[in-house]
């Protein structure tokens, strides 16, 4: 018989099959094989009794429901932030006292530039990220425990069907929810996803997710605005970036790259009690680069702004590119700079505000001198803190897409649509929430 | 006497590669899959006088068109006809390692299954009934513990008997379904006069077509 005439059939049957069904016949044939697979293991393997229902299917019966999973996994979310932020608090007082200590000797220490350089510089940039060690390491605690458990298998299990819908799967799910810890070994974990547009496409989206740098943004500015309700709005720019990433993945895979997405197993390991050293071997992991970076590069960018800082420069700088932000509400010079040395690492936002502020009221309480020295409302640093998380990922992230999609072309794209998305993102929340309020 | 050729199969993580270096020692052979950037193992052995190939096919979890490493699987199986397929099987997680070994089955391969980590499934408290799984699959199974190479020799064993056609592979015939079962027949009857059918079994091709397999549905199209 001739081929196109067996393709007819073929396409025939395939609808026929889906009017009685409502699935495509793929999904029967491979029901029909692990149906088959089931039914031969109940015949010939034994489990142990106290294995038939484990530990593992009982927590599986709620955590995987079909109404519940992603509720409860939300909740998770936001209990980790409330975790979070509640441990760390006192530690970071603590920590911004010493600081502040440190930052009185200066004067008895170095006068002049030097003693600027000290106390402005190093204490008050460096320092002011320093400061939120506690944040970031109780961050990345809370989501190795969930890692270590098996339970970050689970979310990505129950945001498969989600995830089908736009055109990913769960893997893509597994990768972006790594991006919570830092986008560069994200962006890598990507590697196990077959199919290369759904890699490409979770590759781009993946910097939207919320990284640890960031954290410290966030709890700067949500201290100083958001007393109350600091956990509800950090959640919010966690829960932003998720629907974010889902929202453009879909347009990415519908518009920019469409053709069929893969399908695999999702592997769910059994539930593990995490053990402490297992733990604190990933926090480690994934603190040392910020400790690193706090030493190398936070710290040169800090030098940086505070010498521009000194000569009269950096204000000129800031200015010239500030109105392009007065949409969103921080059109001023002073988180415009911030924001151009962000890109280098996101937590540099923290230090030039501290190099900035520092001299205001001492290290350590210059959050709330932001809000009076720019005039800002809650509504303004909740714009900006939706900008930190959405504009231009560092420049770690950026080689690390260059060097996995191996090209320019989507380099540069990452950049352009994540500046675009966080500029639009911004300007809409404060145009609206300025009707509104 | 002719060379035996044995490809290995199986998941990522069912002790395959243990299994490989077992059967071929140090006598290994690393290159590439023509035109493709996967990882190609050959090694060989003798055996009671019988010369044995051994092709390392890439870890699978299922043989669909999805991914490279599953198109390299397949084709090899298919389009090369190896003597024998083994399925290298984790005892102690069949149900997921099973799916691979019965889509070897219904493309009508010489299957032979290597029931490795029978250690674990043991340790775990799990009985297997091996002499039942051989029977409701219609396939030799051997098992095994490669990580301390016990079960080689019963492995090769079978393998010379199956190659040499003393033990024959009955295979298994699952069933889709009314429904699916009637289209299938359908295609399976316009395939059965097309040329392809005499390289592939039809009732195997209007299951693929069925998935809407993209390299099926070309290679039909390109007759």
Known sequence: MDSAEIINAKDKSLEHLRTIHGDDAETLIADARYGFISGL????????????????????QLMLNRWLGIPLFLLILYGVFQFTFVVSTPLIDLINSGLGWLAERVPGIASGWLGSLLADGIIGGVGAVLSFIPVIFLLYVALSILEDTGYLARAAFVMDRLMHRIGLHGRSF?????????????????????NPKDRLVTILVTPLMSCGARLPVYALLAAAFFTAFQGLVVFSMYAIGI?????????FRSRLVPGESGHFVMELPPYRLPTITGVLAHVWERGWAFLSRAGTIIFCAVIVIWLLDYFNVLENIGRAIAPIFSTAGFGQWQPTVALIFGVLAKETVVGAFGTLFAGAEGVGGFGSVIGAELGWTPLVAFAFMVMILLYIPCVATLSTIK????????????IVYTLALGWIVATLIYQVGSLLL | MKEITIALAGNPNSGKTTVFNNLTGSRQHVGNWPGVTVEKKEGRCTFKGHRIRVVDLPGVYSLTAYSLDEVVARDYVVDERPD?????????NLERNLYLAIQFLEMGANLVIA???????????YQINVEELSHLLGSPVVPMVAARNQGTNALLETVVSVATGET????????????????IAKL???ISTNSLAQQYSPRWLAVKLLEEDKEIIEKIKRV
């Open chain 1, 41 to 60: 293991v109940k015949d010939i393997l034994k489990k142990p009794a106290t294995e038939r229902v484990t530990a593992t299917d009982r927590i599986d």
């Open chain 1, 174 to 194: 597994v990768t972006l929810i790594l991006g919570f810890g830092c986008s560069v070994p994200a962006i890598m974990s990507s590697r196990t996803i077959e």
């Open chain 1, 243 to 251: 629907i974010m990433a889902i929202l453009l993945a879909w347009l």
């Open chain 1, 403 to 414: 060097r996995e999609t191996g090209s320019w072309k989507w380099t540069f794209f990452t």
């Open chain 2, 84 to 92: 024998v397929v083994v399925d290298v099987v984790d005892a102690s």
């Open chain 2, 115 to 125: 029931l490795n980590m029978m250690d674990v499934a043991q340790a775990r408290g």
């Open chain 2, 168 to 183: 024959r592979v009955q295979g298994i015939n699952i069933q889709y379904g009314h429904d699916v079962e009637a289209e």
């Open chain 2, 188 to 190: 399976e009857q316009l």
